[in-house]
């Protein structure tokens, strides 16, 4: 009986789901409804007709009816309906459109119509706001090009680079001008010069998937890589495997493979593994993966199964709109587009998980890193990871470096060596502590350091020490007022690559045993030995 009584519960549910979706706009639609037909870069016309942006008070009828040549010399009396904003005198045309205003562009010449704009995305969100995070984001990114360099320009990042400016539209990349070209060649000659030095088998799952990816919104066929085929390659890897990460899948889907029942097994799998461990951006990416299975005709994919999971993944969200982190939030924006789940108002409030995401942004038109970056700027195209695939190409038919950029360090600093002085000399029993940041799956960097603490300490209060020290720089946010660290070295929690960070404690009489433990309430003992380790997670758990 009470099995019954929970099936129909949950039915009901997903029928009030799909007949909210039918009768409320998505995101997009909510955001766009006063300029569509048109772009969030155009002008609407009286007659409903688009331009760019830049004809509006040309000098030139751009609109057949001419409606782009009126309000060009009128001051703010005058300036009213669709028209409503006024530039100060001395503009080179005085009245805007609101959809003009914030986004990213200085259509007034003393750039008034881009003041405040973080205070009116406190108030209210709107296309424009959408747009200019957008066009900002696409700038600096475009700014990473090494122009002094004649090969390799985009860096280590060029995969992500590739993706990022494709699934927000950037014009330099969409355009008939050589970036889209230029990072084409870069990705070939990067993997090209992995394959010097190992066999396409020992190149990561990972690595292969996100090459898969660059390479299709880049318009180089990976089935047909210098006569191989990745597609093929990273294919076999999946059937062997009973546990498959959820971004490696994806690539799979979004360059036209078949998903098996057994794909979408492991996808359901791991969207329940991982909602076990409260990681929420490999909730995202399943349900991504899911939602590329779905598009594809007689799909193995059980739609109800997925609106259920997507009602999972809404409720980890937090009383301020956001999730973990800044990048899971993206994650689970991109996973609610790519399945039209952004419209239950009810149970998620996407208006203040956009909002949150804007204010993230920083002057320099990044959201604090590269990934970051990357994860949003689909978001503010209304775009996923799953929007990835081959169709604007006319030819397809369809060891890191961060790892160079740590040394073992000898010497402490003058800051370091004083904030132990006063740690050292507090009146009190002092306990020793090893606190170690292992990198890697075979710890290719490794750093150790002994610490002479007061007893008892805390290891919240251990980080925070930590951190004072600057040593480790950790990152950390609260999840049920307790730290969840997601971030040391500036290295994040990565869902794509499945590497994540861990808490260890080193057995003392085997120093080969290693328990994972959680840093929530741990107070540390005398002689201990912690470690944080970058690696894989372990999905068989």
Known sequence: MSSRFNQLTLLCVLVIIFISKTNTETLQQRLLKDIQPCKADQFRCSNFQCIDSHQLCDGSKNCRDGSDEELCNDYSSKCRDSRSFSCQRGSYYKCLPSSFVCNGKNDCSDKSDEWNCRDKIKSYISASHVHRGKTLAQNWISKLRRTGQPIRKWGADVRRVAVALHLSDDPTFNSANTIRDELGNELSVNLLSRMVWKRIEDISSTELASYINAFLVTCINPRNFFDLDLVKELRRRVDLQNHTLPYVILALCNAGERMSERDVEKLTNFFWTAHRKFWTDMQALSILALSCAARQPDGNIDLAELAELTVKLKASQYSNGTYETLKTTALVMQALIATKSDTDEGNFDVI????????????????????????IMPVLDYKSLADINSSHCSNISIEDT???????????????????????????????????????????????????????????????????????????????????????????????????????????????????????????ENNQHLIFWYKCGSWNE
Do not use: C
């Open 352 to 375: 203040q998980t956009l909002r949150q995401i804007l204010l993230a942004q920083r002057e320099d038109g990044s959201f604090g890193s590269v990934i970051d970056t990357y994860s």
């Open 402 to 524: 961060w790892m160079t950029s740590y040394s073992h360090k000898t010497a402490f600093t003058q800051k370091e060596e004083e904030v132990i002085h006063d740690l050292e000399n507090q009146i009190g029993v002092k306990w020793s502590i090893q606190l170690s940041v292992w990198i890697g799956n075979n710890r290719t960097v490794e750093r150790t350091l002994t610490l002479r603490v007061p007893a008892n300490i805390s290891f919240e209060r251990l980080m925070e020490l930590e951190e004072k020290l600057g040593r480790f720089r950790f990152v950390f946010s609260m999840r049920d007022g307790k730290p969840y660290i997601y971030s040391i070295y500036g290295m994040q929690n990565d869902a794509e690559e499945g590497m994540y960070w861990f808490l260890f404690l080193r057995s003392k009489g085997n120093e080969e045993h290693l328990e994972q433990i959680s840093p929530a309430d741990l107070i540390p």
